[in-house]
């Protein structure tokens, strides 16, 4: 019997400092099938990556993409806080530019995060975005994280269904908002894509150290704490994973094009370690 080998990608955030071209190359390297592309920066101090339609850095990408075989499964990042505004810019007037990007890059979906404390507005954005998405052929995922407004999987579960979109798994906030396999099962059939990481079984002791563990220091999965097979055995085998893990402290000693083939091949055992998780559970069941 042969079981099904699951597509695996790498996060922007991963190497948040790589231009999408650059990290199309290093992708194809390190033996990813996709990368997860930053189309609009989240923090200020991030490196802003211009990959609107006509833009010199979109040609490129294009080309590394078309030389390689690396596609482009998602774009990010946009958090809707309720104020209508973000960075001077209109959020509805931001998600359209990155979908314009993401339809040029053949992505398929766009994360978005919830700060909105109204969550019937957010539910009226977010609905809104799946409309616009559908022109873009775009998808928002609503991704549940564990110091923003939503931040359990069945919150975002029943936001997503109401507003017509999916969401996005992260290991790290089902880990730090405490998810339970029942309920990621539950929200199965709206995933999309799952992101893996790994870290300590304790969190965090505050709002801003959550914040530091998520953008700049988790763990490579297979090294920390985290059920990471049980977590990737919740879902079906033709969901990919995309490694999101960054580590200022790891990535730059060892250099991107080592950093990714390091979480290639640490992805890769837990990969291997879920399938085999799952084939036995699946012999038990017969």
Not at 107 to 116: F, G, H, I, Y
Not at 192 to 218: F, M, Y
Request: aromatic share 4%.
């Amino acid at each position: 019997m042969t079981t099904q080998k699951r597509r695996l990608g790498i996060a922007q955030l991963s190497l948040v400092g790589t231009a999408p071209p650059d990290l199309v190359g290093i992708a194809a390297q390190a033996g990813f099938d996709f990368i997860g592309a930053r189309v609009r920066p989240v923090t200020t101090t991030e490196r802003p990556y211009n990959l609107q339609p006509g833009s010199p850095m979109l040609k490129e990408t294009l080309e590394r993409m078309a030389d390689t075989g690396i596609t482009v499964e998602d774009i990010e990042f946009l958090l809707l806080d309720g104020t209508g505004l973000q960075n001077g810019q209109d959020q509805r007037e931001a998600w359209l530019h990155m979908m314009e990007a993401g339809q040029a890059l053949g992505a398929s979906s766009l994360t978005v995060a919830c700060a909105d404390p109204d969550l019937g507005r957010f539910e009226g954005h977010l609905a809104q975005m799946t409309q616009d998405g559908k022109a873009y052929g775009i998808m928002p995922t609503l991704e549940p994280i564990a110091y923003q407004t939503v931040r359990s999987v069945p919150e975002a579960l029943k936001l997503a269904q109401r507003a017509g979109c999916r969401i996005v798994v992260d290991a790290l906030h089902v880990n730090r908002f405490g998810g339970t396999a029942a309920e990621l099962e539950a929200a199965a059939d709206l995933v999309p894509l799952i992101q893996l990481c790994d870290g300590p079984a304790a969190a965090p002791p505050s709002r801003e150290a959550l914040i530091t563990e998520s953008r700049s220091e988790r763990g490579v999965p297979g090294e920390g704490e985290f059920d990471l097979a049980a977590l990737v055995a919740a879902f079906p085998a033709d969901i990919p994973v995309s490694v999101e893990t960054p580590s200022n402290s790891r990535a730059g000693a060892r250099g991107e094009l080592a950093w990714a083939k390091h979480l290639k091949a640490a992805a890769d055992s837990v990969l291997g370690t879920s399938a085999i998780s799952a084939a036995a559970l699946t012999g038990s069941n017969r």
